[in-house]
């Protein structure tokens, strides 16, 4: 299993951005999806997670701004985030666990800043 992440790039504050993960190979099923994100000198976080029945939940530092949606026909997560702030500054991961493995995208770089 592999995953390619997409999306990112430089923003000012209060613009927008999407992020874009998706999941490769032989995957039967995928249970929770989540998106993490590790700003510099500082430990990784998790930004987002969602189950397989749709149920959200959201680190609170972005709750309100950030959403989190799954697409399992394409094995996707998605987050779009909006109002973005200079400490949403961070390398995004996105992580999936499957089966009780879980696993890595390379993570795409969030810049927030004039």
């Known amino acids: 299993v592999q995953l390619q992440a997409s999306g990112g790039g430089v923003v000012q504050p209060g613009g927008s951005l999407s992020l874009s993960c998706a999941a490769s190979g032989s995957i039967p099923s995928i249970n929770i999806m989540a998106w993490y994100r590790q700003a510099p000198g500082k430990q990784r976080e998790v930004v987002a997670f969602?189950?397989?029945?749709?149920?959200?939940d959201y680190a609170k530092s972005v709750k309100g701004r950030f959403t989190i949606s799954r697409d399992d026909a394409m094995n996707v997560v998605s987050l779009q985030m909006k109002s973005l702030k200079p400490d949403d500054t961070a390398v995004y991961y996105c992580n999936m666990k499957i089966l009780g493995s879980t696993y890595w995208g390379q993570g795409t770089e969030v810049t927030v800043f004039q």
């Open positions: 969602i189950g397989s029945t749709g149920s959200a």
